[in-house]
């Protein structure tokens, strides 16, 4: 569970971080103000994977952020600098940021509280509280993260590669080959989109907790 405080100071990590890491992108402080009044702060990240409680979407995508920071900056750049890497040029910082920040901005006003039923250990049918999922604009998942982002500020098109594929393979198992091929191809011409999934995998699987419910 996290508590208010915790909420709270969650929040105003990400409003800070924002400030720190976007700059003077046109359009960041609308995002933000749509962004609270949507339910973005206290949204959980799932029904029932990762951090599935009120204040998971924003703690989640925090985890991002600093795990694709902490891999580019410890990792990936001091390999580039040393020559030893693949990547010809440094990736953007606040690039790194808006695509890590917002990947997830999809799954705001999606997951609505309701009353859920189970069996206790005598058998009997008890309730509790959980999440559905309600989606008005079922638009895919990074698609529609991608579309909120555009209508505020302008996204490059790195950025819109990493958003729209932060998925990776989980994203793609339906689409058949012309799917899996874009897949590929956006991760080729751009690094950025391996940070995000990567960050994403890493934070969602090893950093999350779970809450039974
Ligand atoms: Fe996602
Ligand atoms: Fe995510």
């Given at each position: 569970?996290?508590?208010?405080?915790?909420?709270?100071?969650?929040?105003?990590?990400?409003?800070?971080?924002?400030?720190?890491?976007?700059?003077?992108?046109?359009?960041?402080?609308?995002?933000?103000?749509?962004?609270?009044?949507?339910?973005?702060?206290?949204?959980?990240?799932?029904?029932?994977?990762?951090?599935?409680?009120?204040?998971?979407l924003c703690k989640h995508?925090?985890?991002?952020?600093?795990?694709?920071?902490?891999?580019?900056?410890?990792?990936?750049?001091?390999?580039?600098?040393?020559?030893?890497?693949?990547?010809?040029?440094?990736?953007?910082?606040?690039?790194?940021?808006?695509?890590?920040?917002?990947?997830?901005?999809?799954?705001?006003?999606?997951?609505?509280?309701?009353?859920?039923?189970?069996?206790?250990?005598?058998?009997?049918?008890?309730?509790?509280?959980?999440?559905?999922?309600?989606?008005?604009?079922?638009?895919?998942?990074?698609?529609?993260?991608?579309?909120?982002?555009?209508?505020?500020?302008?996204?490059?098109?790195?950025?819109?590669?990493?958003?729209?594929?932060?998925?990776?393979?989980?994203?793609?198992?339906?689409?058949?080959?012309?799917?899996?091929?874009?897949?590929?191809?956006?991760?080729?011409?751009?690094?950025?989109?391996?940070?995000?999934?990567t960050a994403d995998l890493?934070?969602?699987?090893?950093?999350?907790?779970?809450?039974?419910?």
């Open positions: 569970m996290i508590t208010e405080l915790e909420m709270q100071a969650n929040k105003e990590k990400f409003i800070a971080y924002c400030h720190e890491f976007i700059g003077e992108r046109d359009g960041l402080e609308r995002l933000l103000k749509y962004m609270d009044d949507s339910g973005f702060y206290t949204a959980p990240s799932s029904t029932n994977f990762h951090l599935n409680v009120e204040g998971g995508s925090l985890n991002v952020f600093e795990t694709a920071r902490n891999i580019y900056e410890n990792l990936l750049e001091p390999r580039r600098q040393a020559g030893d890497s693949s990547l010809n040029q440094p990736i953007p910082m606040e690039s790194i940021a808006i695509s890590t920040l917002f990947h997830d901005l999809c799954k705001m006003q999606m997951y609505h509280k309701t009353e859920k039923w189970k069996k206790d250990e005598a058998g009997r049918w008890v309730s509790y509280p959980g999440y559905e999922v309600k989606d008005d604009f079922p638009f895919g998942h990074g698609e529609k993260s991608c579309f909120i982002i555009e209508r505020f500020i302008r996204l490059k098109k790195s950025e819109l590669l990493a958003i729209r594929w932060h998925m990776c393979m989980f994203d793609v198992s339906e689409q058949g080959s012309a799917g899996r091929f874009s897949l590929r191809a956006a991760m080729d011409s751009e690094p950025l989109v391996t940070l995000v999934q890493l934070s969602s699987n090893c950093l999350e907790v779970t809450t039974k419910l």
